[in-house]
């Protein structure tokens, strides 16, 4: 198999990356009717699968789910989620030939195993869905002509897939038609009705396309959301106990503030997260980030880079070849660094102090927030697919760092964000090390030492306005006021 | 009066008209209490007891100084029997005029000159020579009022004193009560806490002829709950309207809401329920009820379709045959709920009125805009439960028995045809679960929702439920 991406033209690859609209809720008003009375297959029962099938089911579509014989044999955790939720389950064999839809919705690196199992069990002009285009974009895998190709990919992890959909609502959800197999030319009227049997209009679809989800996600989940974090989250902890700070108010101020600060990120983008420190602070903030962005450019352009020409998935590919031994060393050390062995101290920190104390953490989510966006969009990928990929999606990781801190955060995120996480990471520290040996506790850990909030009109101004027009949020001022319109909490 | 009054484990008979049943109240003498209930709960049944009145039937009533004064639609009906039982001048063939006021009022008076001054502020001056039945009901109540206060009397037990009064004569009383609370304890029977003044140190509640509560007004909490209760109570209780705009399916009237056939539920090898059948008809009230892990909350969350076995049981629901393409939401716009678990999910920062109006709309939080109507209805839900003050503030900045208030509202807002109240009053204080009951029997009476109600407490039993449900465990 080659890489699909790299088989088109320049000019069909832009096209492809620049696909990405926010869809309008009237185009949702078939409901789940492309759907009614067909048989939906799901293959994996992990979070998603599970909980995706929950809801699909209770949108009234048929739902069973096909696993391997040894996992029904053996009674896995899988067959357990299925039977005990009153699914039926059979074997492939049993299941696959009787599916209208299969829904793959197994991890990353079971793709290809399980494409060739499923595929010539399918019926002739069934639809296979994906959540995830790295198989067919970057693996290259080719689906038989007659079969319906589509992605359906709810931007938030399964345990929230479900729950939103519980209270009356849903999650964010990306959507794609693979055009290459789409016969019958229903591929949209399908995934607009499995987003619909998911909740995902209520909270805003994206129509995008198989390309431009996998390079942009593969950007977004190694730079800014788990590698910077992870790269911040060792960095700042060490920097803070060598300059005396208490480790475990250390440890719970990383812990808990990439959280807290990456709410404010969330609300009113990176403008608003900045708006929360106070003056001189901001335009400390501002200018660290400056400098960081201008170090790790080049970090984030090799990024973009390898997953552009296909270097990424392919080395990735080779380790999962070689039993994942890079993975586990690199998972490995992660569980041994001193942030993740410092337990968080039983201290208060208020909301507020997350800011005034942690001015670098802040200076870090703003440069690879901008940086992945920057870098993305100079790729062709379109803008609000960027936003997504940056922005949305930092307080998502943000928060599973606050419950799980960085050893679990990774082994909750796919093995492909898992894996960039890491590279990202060790490429990341060093370049860092020299930035590091000038930054002391008035930035991370004890807040600034000023005698007043004084600042010099002329240059908050230049801060202010430099913040507010980047292009990261004037795209995230709509995209927010779309989701703000749907998603009336008021 | 120098010792405290006793009531203990009173039971008091009114002519087997009325009952107070099992008193236990103390007063001491630097008390100032007001009584208050519903229309025939009690209250001046219990001010005349301390007055002498009833017949006592076991308990025992203690500490009464010898000279109360008592002012009551009771004791002025009685007055007026005396008067007419005087008019007995048939057989001596002249016009009997009865007693005049003057004589009423001055003879055994204990104070004269505090009697003239009142007779002078209740502006009675000019019928001192009229006869006592010619007064009018207000003029007598007066004169009741100024023959008590002018009794010396050691404990002052007035029933709706103001009631009839004007405005300035109603002020003139409020004034002088409060000059004399150092000198004589009072008991007030009230309706409303509006008119209650600011003397009161205690009060009571009296509900179906039992004192219920005894609250201290310094205590603020369960002061205002007292009071939310109390509105409730003597409000009419209109449960305000469905949303007319409102297009529920209609039922066909033939099908029960509800039949379970032969439901198994189990987790594992754990079987929670075995071969169970029910069937809820329309208008049948059912009470459920069973041991911790009996399967209550299941064998709802089938029926709601929150349970995911509903799809491999016999489940028919509001003409649903389970598991045929239907959604989870057509089942639910038939359902009001409320339990314990709903509250724990209902996590989101929203206003008070929006978890009322999300009840039109089955969800959790506000996902779609909502209409004129439902707004206001909301509103008079706030008003009903006494918190439209609290109409924006956040819902989870509330107490938990205010959050459950609301979310009972949720669950009725939309007069469901069937609303399901799985512990409803779980965690609720004595008087926000009374609050509660009331309204679940307001609910009961209207025809058009039927009632599933859950509890364990035997205590919590509602009018008009007279079908029964009990689970076992399993084991």
């Given amino acids: 198999m080659a890489n699909y991406f790299n088989t088109l033209p320049l000019r069909e690859q832009l096209e492809q990356l620049g696909k990405c609209r926010f869809m309008a809720l009237s185009e949702f008003a078939d409901g789940v009717e492309a759907l009614k009375g067909k048989k939906m297959v799901v293959v994996g029962c992990g979070a998603q699968g599970l909980n995706q099938g929950l809801n699909l089911r209770d949108s009234g579509l048929d739902v069973s789910y096909a696993l391997r014989p040894e996992a029904i044999a053996e009674k896995r955790q899988s067959w357990k989620n299925a039977t005990e939720n009153g699914f039926t389950v059979g074997t492939y064999e049993e299941l696959i030939p009787t599916a209208d839809v299969v829904l793959n919705l197994t991890p990353d690196k079971q793709h290809t195993a399980v494409v060739n199992a499923v595929m010539p069990l399918m019926k002739e002009g069934a639809c296979l869905s994906y959540s995830h285009g790295f198989n067919i974009v970057e693996e290259g895998m080719k689906i038989r002509d007659d079969l319906t190709v589509i992605m359906v990919a709810p931007k938030c992890p399964g345990s929230e897939v479900r729950a939103e959909y519980v209270r009356g609502f849903g999650v964010p959800t990306l959507i794609a038609v693979h055009e290459d197999n789409d016969p019958k030319g229903e591929g949209l009227a399908l995934a607009k009705a499995y987003a619909v049997g998911t909740g995902g209009h209520k909270a805003g679809v994206l129509m995008s396309s198989f390309i431009a989800e996998v390079k942009s996600d593969l950007m977004g989940e190694q730079t800014i959301l788990c590698g910077m974090l992870q790269t911040g989250s060792i960095l700042c902890f060490d920097k803070m106990v060598e300059e005396g700070i208490d480790a475990g108010y250390a440890s719970k101020l990383i812990q808990y503030g990439w959280e807290t600060i990456t709410e404010a990120l969330k609300y009113g983008g990176v403008t608003n997260m900045l708006d929360r420190l106070s003056n001189p602070a901001k335009i400390k903030a501002f200018d660290l980030a400056e400098e960081l962005k201008q170090i790790m450019r080049p970090l984030y352009n090799k990024h973009q880079d390898d997953i552009m020409n296909g270097n990424f998935s392919s080395g990735m590919m080779e380790d999962w070849a070689n039993d994942d031994i890079k993975l586990h060393t690199w998972r490995a050390e992660t569980a041994e660094t001193n942030f993740e062995k410092t337990p968080a101290g039983d201290v208060e920190i208020s909301e507020q102090e997350f800011f005034d104390n942690g001015i670098l953490m802040v200076a870090m989510v703003k440069a690879g927030v901008e940086l992945a966006f920057e870098t993305m969009t100079a790729a062709g990928i379109i803008a609000e697919s960027a936003y997504y990929e940056s922005l949305h999606e930092t307080p998502l990781i943000a928060n599973t760092i606050a419950r799980k801190k960085l050893y679990e955060m990774n082994a909750t995120i796919s093995d492909t964000a898992e894996y960039g996480c890491y590279l990202y990471n060790h490429a990341c520290v060093p370049l860092l090390a020299d930035f590091m040996k000038g930054i002391k506790s008035d930035v991370i850990g004890k807040g600034l030492s000023v005698e007043d909030n004084g600042v010099d009109n002329a240059r908050l101004i230049e801060v202010n306005t430099a913040l507010r027009s980047h292009p990261v949020e004037a795209v995230g001022s709509v995209l927010r006021g779309h989701m703000a319109d749907m998603k009336k909490i008021v | ?475």
Avoid at chain 2, 48 to 57: K, N, Q, S, T
Avoid at chain 2, 128 to 150: C, P, V
Avoid at chain 2, 324 to 332: A, L, P, V, Y
Wanted: net charge negative; with cysteine.
């Fill in chain 2, 1 to 475: 009066m120098t010792a405290s009054i006793c009531l203990q484990n009173l039971t008091v008979n009114f002519d087997d008209r009325f009952k107070l049943s099992e008193i236990d109240w103390s007063i001491t003498p630097d008390q100032h209490w007001v009584i208050t209930g519903t229309n025939g709960a009690g209250k001046s049944a219990l001010g005349a007891v301390l007055a002498g009145a009833g017949e006592i039937e076991s308990g025992t009533l203690s500490g009464v100084p010898g000279k109360v004064g008592l002012v009551s639609f009771e004791a002025q009906a009685e007055l007026i029997a005396q008067e007419l039982k005087k008019d007995d001048a048939d057989i001596m063939d002249v016009i009997a005029e009865g007693t005049p006021v003057r004589e009423m009022i001055f003879n055994d008076c204990a104070d004269p000159d505090l009697a003239s001054e009142l007779v002078e502020k209740f502006g009675l001056t000019g019928l001192l020579d009229r006869a006592f039945r010619k007064l009018s009901t207000g003029e007598t109540r007066k004169m009741m009022l100024i023959r008590a206060l002018s009794s010396k009397p050691d404990l002052l037990i007035l029933d709706e004193p103001f009631d009839g009064l004007d405005a300035n004569t109603l002020v003139m009383l409020q004034e002088h009560l409060a000059a004399i609370v150092d000198d004589v304890p009072m008991i007030l029977v009230l309706n409303r806490f509006d008119e209650m003044p600011a003397f009161i140190t205690h009060v009571a509640y009296v509900d179906k002829g039992r004192l219920t509560h005894t609250v201290d007004r310094q205590d603020e909490t369960a002061f205002n709950e007292l009071y939310q209760l109390l509105h409730l109570k003597t409000t009419d209780l209109d449960v305000p309207e469905a949303d007319p705009a409102s297009t529920l399916p209609a039922l066909d009237p033939e099908q029960p809401l509800v039949n379970l056939k032969n439901i198994r539920v189990k987790y594992g090898d754990d079987v929670i329920i075995d071969g169970l059948d029910w069937t809820i008809e329309r208008g049948q009230h059912w009470q459920l009820s069973g041991p911790n892990g009996s399967g209550k909350t299941c064998l709802l969350s089938l029926i709601t379709g929150d349970h995911p076995q509903c799809y491999v049981n016999d489940i028919f629901v509001f003409g649903f045959q389970r598991g045929n393409g239907e959604s989870i939401w057509q089942i639910k716009q038939f359902i009001g709920y409320v339990s314990t678990a709903l509250q724990w999910e209902y996590r989101v920062s929203t206003s008070c009125k929006n978890v009322i109006i999300s009840g039109f709309y089955d969800s959790i939080g506000m996902y779609t805009k909502s209409t004129d109507k439902q707004k206001e209805i909301a509103d008079q839900w706030l008003a009903l439960l006494g918190m439209s003050d609290r109409a924006d503030q956040p819902f989870n900045k509330l107490s938990y028995g205010d959050q459950r208030l609301l979310l009972i509202a949720r669950a009725m807002v939309k007069h469901p045809p069937l609303l399901i109240l799985d512990e409803p009053c779980l965690g609720l204080d004595d008087m926000n679960r009374q609050l509660v009951l009331a309204l679940i029997e307001k609910i009961c009476e209207a025809k058009n929702t039927t009632v599933l109600y859950v509890n364990h407490h035997a205590e919590d039993q509602i009018a008009g439920i007279e079908n029964f449900l009990a689970l076992t465990k399993h084991s």
